[in-house]
């Protein structure tokens, strides 16, 4: 807040405050001897990673890793309360295991989201307090009851990659590889904003397009910018064409202008960078 009203000492003293916490809360909770935070729980490991400049960087991998192994061994579930919960499925996807974060969302077993609605007990048409819910008294057990609805806002940030600033509309699904498109097909959303409506819908589905490619359809709202970003579908991929309407906006080049559009295609991370207006 103190940056986006131009208070530059505060800034830089909040700045200075943060570094400092970030380092005590290390120092207070990094075990050296596991090399994990805290009792080596996921929320514990969740918590650490996602606050900025908390996990140093000889141990970031290690710590990641570790969480990915525990929830994979677990048969891929997280044992997550509302807070873990609620951090969990970014982070994994700005990590590169959006794959593990699909697995965890689209499981039917015990522990998950689909759980709720698919066991021998009671069937949920809203999402639980608890994850076992039917093995609990009804105290603090609600069946109707936001706790865990905080994967909804990543549904919209990152199945649909839709980030809204005061500049430009940001549009950035995030895929996983070729071979686990399976986890995700099709995507269809819907956003009001500031601006107006965001619609984006894509598929991989080979029935509606061809493999190794993306059939997205996005309508901007009027008087607004927006950047859409295309990720690589396999590791070291590329981009070879974009078309629009059945007309080819972009070839194989590194950057290409057209009439509606600038075109950047990013050497070092591989994306497809398109920068258009309404419509």
Known sequence: MSQILGYTNDTQNYLTLYQQLAKEFHEAFFNF?????????????????????VVPDYARKFVLEHLIGD????????????????QLFPLLSDN??????????????YPSYGYMFNNPYENATTIWELWNAPFEGPGMNSRNHI???????????H???????????TIRPRMVIESKKHLLLKVDCQLNTLYGLV?????RDRHDTMDNSIRLRLTIPAN??????????????RCVRLIERNETIW?????????????TNELNTGWMIVQTGSG
């Open 33 to 53: 001897s596991t090399f994990l935070y805290d009792d080596g729980t996921q929320t514990a490991q969740i918590l650490a990673l996602v606050l900025s400049n």
């Open 71 to 86: 929830i994979i061994e677990k048969g891929n579930h997280a044992l997550t309360g509302i807070i873990g919960t609620a």
């Open 96 to 109: 590169g295991y959006h794959d593990v974060a699909l697995e965890l969302i689209s499981s039917i077993t």
């Open 147 to 157: 706790m865990f609805g905080s994967v909804g806002a990543w549904f919209y940030s």
């Open 159 to 169: 199945l649909a990659g839709i980030d809204v600033s005061p500049d430009f509309i």
């Open 199 to 203: 619609h984006l819908a894509y598929t």
């Open 224 to 237: 607004a910018q927006a950047q859409i970003i295309f990720e690589p579908l396999f590791p070291g991929a």
């Open 251 to 263: 070839p194989l080049r590194l950057e290409y202008s057209t009439r509606n559009h600038i075109i």
